[in-house]
């Protein structure tokens, strides 16, 4: 999200987000941190540029800011200054041989909307997304062929919703203790959203720019082992589980036809940030902590360690086994062609550690 990175705090139109009332407010680190400065990407994006070709990479990720190029949503126009910054970040990345990815929606949003009609509970975000993404594609897809549009939408919505850490830091108990919110109702509304959200952004792509690129959408995956055998089920939901009816009901969003069409061919790939490995346990045939046995979660449980070995093992700790299976599964995927880099780079942890 640009609240780590870009800095440029309130400069040249840009107007509050979500993250920098949070940080101001609650802090954003151990001492209180905010992201007034961050890594300053918005004063040295031709260094960093510099840095990235120096080290010989050819794709470079970022995301916009919704709160510099649309301070007030679809209320006001394309900032001019910030339209500038995008404008020559990408073409200096171009010229320097570096494949612009770029993410509409990285977790920041103008914080009025939240004020306005409480961001992404309220469907009236999906219209400000479509105008935002509209912006976007009309100003650089004539450049951008690859565009993600919500990065760890599953993240967002546990972090904000659910756990209360991110903002708008609603949540409910077992899972957190905020001044408001739902933890059992308002991820899924905000998923629901968000789904629906990329969708139509999806379709103006395809409709409207179709210049050969792509347009997908990034999730965060843990890879699960089950804690024991019988844990299995845990695993393999792939729908609302009938346990999710059962408990949440009417609550339990649901897709009108249009929309279930709408959905269809809105991915042209999947991004995973796959950071690392859980152990977990059915909370339907066990004792689990109060927010494992819970329907918003599917009712399954992390547990501390399986035979010792703790779990959250990050990549680099993964069995040998599992590490080859990441790698080598392309019969299932199309990696990017910009990929064997970091294949270099995994083979060359991988050796490091099981010689």
Partial sequence: MDIGIEGGYLEDGKSLNNWDVFCHSKGCGDNGENGDIADDHYHHFLEDIELLHSLGLKAY????????????????????LAFLF???LIDKLILKGIEPFVTLFHGDFPQE???????WLNPEIREDFVHMAEVCFRSFGDRVKHWITINEPNLVTEYA???????????SEPFGRCLAGNSDVEPLIVMHNMILAHAM???????????GGSIGITLHCFAFEPLTDSDTRSLNFGHYPKEMHKYLGSALPSFSLDEKNLLKNSIDFIGINHYTTAYVKDCT???????????????PDLVGERDGVADRVFFTRLPEKRIN????DV???EFHTEIPCLFSQINQVRSTIFR
């Avoid at 299976?325 to 080598?328: K, P």
Wanted: glycine share 6%.
């Fill in 61 to 80: 990720r970022f995301s916009i800011s919704w709160a510099r190029i649309l301070p007030k949503g679809r209320l006001v126009k394309l900032i001019l």
């Fill in 86 to 88: 995008y404008n020559k």
């Fill in 113 to 119: 909307l939240e004020e306005r009609y409480g961001s």
């Fill in 161 to 171: 919703y659910e756990t209360g850490i991110f903002p708008p830091a609603r949540c």
């Fill in 201 to 211: 952004a999806a379709k103006l792509y395809h409709e409207k720019v179709n210049n």
């Fill in 285 to 299: 045939n066990s004792s689990c902590s109060p927010t494992g046995a819970r329907a918003i979660q599917g009712l």
């Fill in 325 to 328: 299976a990441l790698v080598n």
């Fill in 331 to 333: 019969k299932r995927v």
